[in-house]
């Protein structure tokens, strides 16, 4: 009996010691996801060279974001993120570089946890699809 016990405190302390220091490495990651994947379809206002990110005024988008329809939103890009213009032949990888204010996107990806607050991580951005209509 005496050695069961040991054994399971001597293992909880074992566990104790792995986990601890795991949480407390929170901090380095910018984006840690949360899970909720997002779609819209809006209007590009503006764009951060700096940060790589784009803002746009959602004009319709899924369950996630249905709340922000109307309302500007800062999206995240990273190295991950696909960029694509699309035409009826199909679709070409462009660069962040290649959206100018005024396009007509669609985007999806996922909801990330940043600091204490909610953003939104880009997976795949496109313009000229058949989906950016505004209607």
Not at 31 to 49: P, Q
Not at 101 to 128: F, K, P, Q, W
């Amino acid at each position: 009996m005496k050695r069961t016990i040991s054994v399971m405190l001597l293992t909880a302390a074992l566990l104790a010691a792995l986990v601890i220091p795991a949480a407390a490495e929170g901090g380095k990651v910018r984006y840690r996801w949360l899970g909720a994947r997002f779609s819209l379809v809006g209007e590009i206002t503006a764009l951060d060279v700096d940060t790589s990110t784009l803002t746009v005024q959602v004009n319709r988008g899924n369950q996630v974001v249905k709340s922000l329809i109307g309302t500007e939103l800062a999206i995240a890009t990273n190295s991950k993120t696909r960029f694509l213009q699309c035409d009826p032949a199909g679709c070409l990888t462009i660069a962040f570089s290649d959206l100018d204010i005024g396009d007509v996107v669609s985007i999806s990806g996922n909801t990330v946890l940043e600091g204490d607050s909610t953003s939104y991580l880009a997976s795949r951005v496109s313009i000229d699809c058949p989906s950016c209509s505004l209607q």
